[in-house]
């Protein structure tokens, strides 16, 4: 199985280094994301925290000589969710791209029915990786222009950092108020957050409900996850607030009212 290379490029990479910390910090970061992945494509679960599954671990190697370039050197033994070894690399792309709020211009058969049959698991690793990306992008404008996961034999660029991706993680702008019907497709009712699925988005999208929201609305979003996980869902209406990417992406959003549609009707 090949291996990973973590790229730093520009400004004092260019130099043949980095700043301790900004490098550290980041390469830190990218094992974590790594290990999020890795636990999911072993047990199909997705992890937050200690203990991970050691069906996958990644191991950081030497540079390359001549460049700033890490290696991280994979090695599978289970994997629990339907793919060959070499799908690990494009499961990290696919997490890793989602994360920063892009989508891979292509994915290989089985990452595409993994992205389709598995889609709340995939939505929930991409939240789960997030802290762990915002710290992969500490150095980024600072010490180095860019930093790139690479495939090691391909050389094919798997996922590329750089200042966009820093802003859409770091970087968050309320924008305008709106309303739609929706699917629940995960709530959890102690810290009131959850995921509601957008048809014209193709996607689903986090939320949390306001402490501020009409005292129903918790009862209604339970009552269309109920519908939802007994595979009769039926549309709920949403009233909420957007919050944005600084290049009007939508990123989240938190809901402030809702309605059964079809106890309306």
Known sequence: ???????????????????AFA???SAAGIARALTLIGHYAST??????????????????????????????????????????NGIYDLVQLIATKAIGEEPATMSPPIEQLNRDKSGDIDALVEAIEPALKKAH?????????????ESTSREVVVTFNQASKNYLLDNVD????????????????????????????RTIPFSVS??????????????????ANRNPA?????FTRVESVDER?????????ENVADAE
């Open 44 to 85: 199909g679960i997705v992890r937050h925290r200690f203990p991970f599954d050691d069906g996958i671990k990644f191991y950081l190697e030497t540079t390359e000589p001549g460049s700033l370039n890490w290696r991280i050197k994979i090695v599978a033994g289970t994997i629990g969710i339907g793919l060959a070894t």
């Open 211 to 228: 402490r501020e929201a009409d005292p129903q609305t918790m009862r209604i979003l339970s009552a269309a996850l109920d519908r939802y």
């Open 23 to 25: 490098g550290i910090e």
């Open 138 to 150: 500490y150095g980024i404008g600072e010490t180095a222009h860019r930093i790139e996961i690479r």
């Open 1 to 19: 199985m090949t291996d990973l290379i973590i790229s730093f490029q520009g400004l004092d990479a260019d130099d043949g280094h980095v700043e």
């Open 235 to 239: 549309p709920t209406r949403i009233w």
């Open 250 to 258: 939508l990123k989240r959003i938190v809901i402030y009212r809702a």
């Open 175 to 202: 924008g305008a108020d709106g309303e739609q019907d929706v699917s629940i497709s995960a709530l959890n009712v102690n810290d009131r957050t959850g995921r509601a699925y957008f048809l014209d988005l193709v």
